[in-house]
């Protein structure tokens, strides 16, 4: 007996947590599993799906299709199959860093097609980035090339002329993939319902892309959210993605950033701390802004 198994891709920021969360929450009672990967050592993503799962396993630090975690990824799987009797799907959350290509080999490989069966990959991206991230990105066309579905979210945040431009460049490199659009992740799609999945043929990443710096910025209780938001909206474009909780002296904070947009959002109380992705050129900076947090300069 094996089970089904899709793949969640899709660059920094373009929603996959909100709309896998939606997902989460649309399917209850059905038991399904969920593995986040986390490109940064600080994982935000498992403990925000865990809000509308119980079945969620993070693997953080690196790309599961890249050789520093691969191991561990294949490893998760494997205990999943062990409870495979009582399971209706797994789901996987790629890191917007990933190349999902590998997906189906990685499975046969390691003999994990003996269990699962892989039903495809939705793929979503944010009309705001896309083309910026294509051209500094190899992994992001891939991830576009390989989508069984591709979701243009955001929908909300722009017009009907960047949603077509974006359709139109999403059909030249995926002209096989379904389009749909979402806002807020809010749509009716289930990863394992698709059916005939495209072979993409496509191997284990060396390493991670140099061209991408992960950071960790651990917050301590009473940490002036504001002042940090605009602390790091000082390194501009340099700063890829940064997400996290935020405990301030007025409560906890969801600060999001990403598409050069600041968000601060009043949330349950998370694991605090943020993660970071950032250009070469700005790693100093950014290291300097962890380094005044740890040493209390933006206490509130």
């Not at 460049?169 to 995926?174: D, E, K, P, Q, T």
């Not at 605009?230 to 935020?246: H, I, P, T």
Request: proline letters at 6%; aromatic letters at 6%; glycine letters at 8%.
């Amino acid at each position: 007996m094996t089970i089904p198994l899709a793949l969640v891709a899709g660059f920094l920021g373009a929603g996959k947590t909100t709309f896998l969360t939606r997902y989460a929450r649309r399917i209850a009672p059905r038991r399904v599993a969920f593995v986040v990967n986390e490109f940064s050592e600080t994982d935000v993503d498992t403990p925000l799906l865990a809000q509308a799962s119980d079945e969620v396993v993070g693997i953080s630090g690196g790309s599961i299709f890249c050789r520093c975690k691969v191991t561990d990824f294949i490893r998760e799987l494997g205990a999943l199959s062990g409870r495979i009797a009582g399971m209706d799907g797994v789901v996987v959350e790629a890191s917007g860093m990933a190349d999902p290509s590998a997906v189906q080999s990685m499975l046969d490989e390691s003999g994990l097609s003996n269990y699962y069966r892989f039903t495809g990959t939705i793929t979503l991206v944010d009309p705001g980035t896309l083309a910026q991230v294509l051209d500094t990105l190899p992994a992001a066309e891939r991830q576009v090339a390989a989508a069984d579905v591709v979701v243009v979210s955001k929908c909300d945040l722009h017009d009907e002329a960047r949603l077509t431009a974006t359709e139109t460049l999403v059909r030249s490199i995926a002209p096989r993939a379904r389009l749909v659009r979402a806002s807020h992740g809010d749509i009716d799609l289930d990863p394992l319902a698709l059916a005939d999945p495209a072979w993409v043929d496509g191997a284990v990443a060396p390493c991670v892309d140099p061209a991408f710096t992960p950071l960790s910025l651990p917050c301590p209780p009473g940490t002036d959210a504001s002042r940090l938001a605009a602390a790091l909206a000082e390194l501009g474009s340099d700063l890829l993605r940064a997400k996290g909780f935020v405990p301030a002296a007025d409560g906890c904070y969801f600060l999001d950033w990403s598409a050069g947009r600041m968000q601060l959002l009043r949330c349950k109380p998370g694991p605090s701390g943020l993660a970071l992705i950032v250009r070469p050129a700005a790693a100093a900076k950014a290291a300097l802004i962890v380094k005044r947090v740890a040493n209390g300069e933006f206490a509130g």
